[in-house]
């Protein structure tokens, strides 16, 4: 295998010395960071952090990251109006691994955020049902638990099909990937009884938007879970606290947030979001709705635009690759502007529905070059370029856009978006 045979040359090389121009001396001189570092702090001197105890324990009864990675913050476009209807994306390039730490995780919100109070919140579940029955969250809470990992993504990730963006975050950043706890939704139907007509379930937020959202019944059935918790811990207020729906795999949009309504029904509601927003007009002159599924996408994040390489020599690609339809199997990557493709290293666990990291290692020559990446899902599904979605969608489509991303790099080493 390609993939195996690329990753054991590049084990037994010396990664920091073979063919780099400038790191043979930074091994030990400290690289980059060296120039400005002072000397006294350097081995094999002993650093002044060593030299007293360091701040007592109790300062910060919620952590937080380290004063040095302050510039690791939510992408709010400052384009935006970020009043009431507004979003924030996920700085994707400045993260490792498959989880979105709480405090980074996208938001897109309608109405703004509310604050409810968890004591006060109800959930109503009533129309075709046996026993129409309304919940506190601690009524939620006593029914069997489960955790599991998967993306969110807003349909409207980027939100266009030009590519405007500069950084991978600009570009997809409306996409995330958490713990997620709850109940099945399907265990919280069956306490009500589901009568024969049931096809639908509109779900209704608490936000000023009263944002809804008709789920098919097969999906409130399957894998779709009301949510109280996130890597761990309660919600956040932006992310729907104290309750959520959360339909893995379909677009952002459906995962209600703030939830306090389920309407069982044998029509889906046409809601606002379901017929103005979130359906794509086709070059035929129909509406594309109800598509559910965020089809594979997956996109480099470093090196990825904004960044530069120091130095030629090897550079480790890596990114993460999500599919609505299950698992990634492969991803592949091209570093000469799509000519050739090799697979990447897929990180484990390989989790259906969640973010997947693939990893590819490379030697950088020092010239310019062209990389991107491409998922292929457990259904053989091959993420499309640009062009080959535009050809079948057309230019007035705004939403859904899974298109291949290239970075160009330059031989200084910047990195920019290849399709701008
Ligand atoms: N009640 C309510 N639910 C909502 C929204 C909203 O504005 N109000 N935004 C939706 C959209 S468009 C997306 S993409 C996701 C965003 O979830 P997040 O903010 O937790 O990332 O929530 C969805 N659920
Ligand atoms: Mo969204």
């Not at 400038?22 to 120039?35: D, N, P, R, T």
């Not at 691994?97 to 897109?108: A, D, K, Q, V």
Request: charged letters at 25%; hydrophobic letters at 35%; proline letters at 7%.
């Amino acid at each position: 295998m390609a993939k195996d045979k690329d990753a054991g040359a590049a084990t037994r090389r010396r990664f920091l010395r073979d063919g780099g121009v400038a790191l043979g001396g930074a091994i030990l001189g400290g690289g980059a960071g060296a120039v400005t570092a002072k000397a006294d702090n350097l081995p094999p001197e002993i650093p002044e952090w060593m030299k007293a105890p360091g701040e007592p324990m109790g300062s910060q009864p919620y952590g937080t990251p380290s004063p040095f990675e302050k510039g690791v913050v939510k992408n709010i476009s400052k384009n935006l109006k970020q009043y009431i209807s507004a979003s924030s994306r996920t700085p994707l390039q400045e993260l490792d691994g498959i989880i979105t730490p709480n405090g980074l995780f996208y938001e897109r919100h309608h109405g703004g955020v509310p604050t409810i109070d968890p004591a006060q919140h109800r959930l109503m579940l009533h129309g075709l049902v046996e026993r129409p029955l309304i919940f506190t969250v601690d009524d939620l809470r006593r029914f069997p638990s489960q955790s599991r990992i998967h993306f969110l993504e807003c349909s409207g990730n980027p939100g266009y099909t030009k590519p405007y963006g500069k950084t991978a975050s600009d570009l997809v950043g409306l996409v995330s990937c958490a713990e997620w706890t709850g109940v099945s939704l399907k265990l919280v139907l069956e306490e009500a009884g589901l009568k024969p007509e049931a096809k639908w379930v509109v779900a209704e937020g608490a936000d000023a938007a009263a944002l809804t959202r008709s789920i098919p019944i097969e999906k409130c059935l399957d894998d779709a879970m009301l949510v109280y918790s996130q890597n761990g811990e309660r919600l956040r207020p932006q992310q729907g606290y104290p309750l959520r729906l959360f339909l893995p795999g379909f677009e952002g949009n459906m995962s209600v947030k703030w939830l306090r309504r389920l309407h069982v029904t044998s029509e889906p509601a046409y809601s606002r979001e379901e017929t103005s927003k979130y359906t794509d007009l086709l070059p035929d002159g129909t509406a594309r709705e109800f598509s559910f599924y965020m089809e594979a996408k997956s996109i480099i994040t470093r090196p990825s635009g904004g960044q530069r390489l120091d130095v030629s020599g090897f550079h480790e690609i890596t990114g993460i690759a999500w599919s609505g339809h299950g698992k990634i199997v492969r991803v592949e990557v091209s570093v000469d502007d799509g000519r050739s493709w090799q697979s990447a290293q897929l990180q484990e666990p390989v989790l259906t529905r969640a973010l997947t990291r693939f990893r590819f290692p490379w030697r950088w020559d020092g010239k310019a070059a062209v990389i991107q990446s491409r998922a292929i899902d457990e259904t053989g599904y091959v993420q499309p370029t640009l062009a080959e979605l535009l050809a079948v969608r057309g230019e007035n489509y705004f939403y859904h856009n899974n298109a291949i991303w290239p970075w160009r790099i330059a031989d200084s080493g910047e990195v920019t978006n290849a399709l701008a």
